[in-house]
T-cell receptor
C-alpha cells in the first residue's frame, strides 16, 4: 500500500511571506495523481492543487505551486504571499490509477499558522 | 451548484449505542466515498460506491459498520454498536466518475463523540 508522509506537524508563516510544506510518498507505480487539500476549522476539505505523475511541469494555482520530484517521491507545496485565510490543516494525498477504486490516501497533515 | 450535504454536524452517544450519518452528494455524481478522520490523522477510506454498487469496502469494520446507497444518490453510514475508538469525523465525498482525473468534493463532515 502506498504511504504518504508529512514530516512537519506544524508550520508558521508571517503574512505576505512564503512557506513550503513537505510531502513524501512511497509507491512502485509509475502513473498516479498527487493532491494537496486544505481543511479549515469548518472541516470541509478543499482541493488546493493536483499533479499528474506523468506531467513533468509543476502545477500552479494562483499563489499555490508545487515542486514535484518524481524520482525522489517528493511533492511539496509552496504558498506565496501568505494570507490570514490560508491558516488551516493541509493534507497531501496520493491516488492510484491501477484499480477501480481511486480513493485518496492521505498523510497526517500539517497545521499552518499565519501571523499578522 | 450545491455541495456535498451531510447531517448531522455533531453527534454524541454512549458506547454500545447505534448512530447513523447521512450524505447527499453533488447532483449527478456517480461515485460516493465515506472517510473516517480520527483526531490528528488524515482521512481514511471506509467505503466507496459507484452508483448503488460497492467498489471498495476493504477497510470497513463490517462487524459494526454498514453503509448503503440504495437508489444511487444519497447514502447512509451506520455504526452499531459504537465503541470509544469510533470517535472521529466522518467525511463524505463525491466525484462525477471514478476515473483517475476526477476531483473528489467533500462535505463538512459529522463529528462523532462516543462516551
Amino acid at each position: 500500500a502506498q504511504t504518504v508522509t508529512q514530516s512537519q506537524p506544524e508550520m508558521s508563516v508571517q503574512e505576505a511571506e512564503t512557506v513550503t510544506l513537505s510531502c513524501t510518498y512511497d509507491t512502485s507505480e509509475s502513473d498516479y495523481y498527487l493532491f494537496w487539500y486544505k481543511q479549515p476549522p469548518s472541516r470541509q476539505m478543499i482541493l488546493v492543487i493536483r499533479q499528474e505523475a506523468y506531467k513533468q511541469q509543476n502545477a500552479t494555482e494562483n499563489r499555490f505551486s508545487v515542486n514535484f520530484q518524481k524520482a525522489a517521491k517528493s511533492f511539496s507545496l509552496k504558498i506565496s504571499d501568505s494570507q490570514l485565510g490560508d491558516a488551516a490543516m493541509y493534507f497531501c494525498a496520493y491516488r492510484t490509477t491501477s484499480n477501480s477504486g481511486y480513493a485518496l490516501n492521505f498523510g497526517k497533515g500539517t497545521s499552518l499558522l499565519v501571523t499578522p | 451548484e450545491a455541495g456535498v450535504a451531510q447531517s448531522p454536524r455533531y453527534k454524541i452517544i454512549e458506547k454500545r449505542q447505534s448512530v447513523a450519518f447521512w450524505c447527499n452528494p453533488i447532483s449527478g455524481h456517480a461515485t460516493l466515498y465515506w472517510y473516517q478522520q480520527i483526531l490528528g490523522q488524515g482521512p481514511k477510506l471506509l467505503i466507496q460506491f459507484q452508483n448503488n454498487g460497492v467498489v471498495d469496502d476493504s477497510q470497513l469494520p463490517k462487524d459494526r459498520f454498514s453503509a448503503e446507497r440504495l437508489k444511487g444518490v444519497d447514502s447512509t453510514l451506520k455504526i452499531q454498536p459504537a465503541k470509544l475508538e469510533d470517535s472521529a469525523v466522518y467525511l463524505c465525498a463525491s466525484s462525477l466518475l471514478a476515473g483517475k482525473a476526477n476531483i473528489q468534493y467533500f462535505g463538512a463532515g459529522t463529528r462523532l463523540s462516543v462516551l
